[in-house]
């Protein structure tokens, strides 16, 4: 990651503090919560779709094309690649059935 550690640190950080943020937002609104309200599973549809699209874009821009066009598995044996093309989609379908899940 360019930047370094002074990079990392404020990534770091600013998750630190936005996450629990993120959480007492969701707690206060708890109450208030209605999972049959058709604008709350519309909204929840969306912000999941969004969520996947993430996934698939990260797995496939990041994992799949750096790594095998430009990165140590370009020139990898078949064996290495089918490995770690298999790895890519078996963590693509856990991370999907985690998302389902939770």
Same mark, same amino acid.
Do not use: C, Q
């Given at each position: ?6 990079? %990392?640190?404020?990534?770091?950080? !600013?998750? !630190?503090?936005?996450?629990? *943020?993120?959480?007492?937002?969701? =707690?206060?609104?708890? +109450? ?6 058709p604008?709350? *599973? *519309?909204? *929840? &549809?969306? $912000? ?7 996934? $698939?874009?990260?797995?496939? +821009?990041?994992?799949? #094309? %750096?790594?095998?066009f ?6 990898? +044996?078949?064996?290495?690649?089918? =490995? &770690? #093309?298999? &790895? $890519?989609? +078996?963590?693509? =379908?856990?991370?999907? @059935? @985690? &998302? %389902?899940? !939770?």
């Open positions: 990651m360019p930047g370094g550690f002074v990079r %990392k640190l404020i990534l770091g950080l !600013a998750f !630190a503090i936005t996450t629990p *943020i993120g959480m007492a937002i969701g =707690v206060g609104t708890l +109450s208030n919560f209605n999972g049959n309200d604008s709350t *599973i *519309i909204a *929840i &549809g969306t $912000l999941n779709a969004f969520s996947a699209g993430i996934l $698939l874009w990260i797995s496939i +821009s990041e994992m799949w #094309f %750096k790594d095998w430009y990165g140590p598995l370009a020139h990898a +044996s078949a064996f290495v690649t089918a =490995v &770690g #093309f298999f &790895g $890519l989609l +078996s963590g693509l =379908v856990l991370m999907s @059935l @985690l &998302g %389902k899940w !939770a």
